[in-house]
């Protein structure tokens, strides 16, 4: 089983939180294999069919076109198998440390964002 490390007030954390109003809490997630390779800040939705997690992809119809989590993992290979990763359930993130499937934008996801308690801004 991997190690999870975690190190608090590092300079990420400063460009990557986008503010303190709304607690950073995190849980535990299945992604699904054969994404490649996830960075920290990837928007997660759920595959309705298998309930494991994949990068945040509008044009889907499975289930993961609507983000419900933010990978806190800073770097996750799902290449050959499903992997279990932390991600944020709650917080304020800075916009630009987050990222969707090409040819998607994270600013489409804001209000379905917002009804799970995860908020961006883009100016501080």
Wanted: without cysteine; proline residues 2%; hydrophobic residues 35%.
């Amino acid at each position: 089983m991997g190690t999870i490390s975690t190190q608090f007030a590092s300079s990420d954390d400063r460009t990557f939180f986008g503010g303190t109003e709304v607690t950073p809490l995190t849980t535990s997630v299945k992604l699904a294999s054969g994404q490649g390779v996830l960075y920290k800040g990837a928007l997660l939705g759920k595959v309705t069919e298998s309930g494991d997690y994949k990068l945040v992809d509008g044009t889907a119809e499975d289930g993961s076109e609507v983000a419900l989590f933010v990978l806190a993992t800073p770097e996750v290979d799902t290449s050959t198998t499903d992997l279990v990763a932390v991600a944020y359930k709650t917080g304020i993130f800075n916009r630009d440390a987050l990222y969707v499937a090409e040819g998607d934008a994270v600013d489409k996801h804001a209000d379905e964002l917002r009804e799970v308690n995860i908020h961006y801004k883009t100016d501080y």
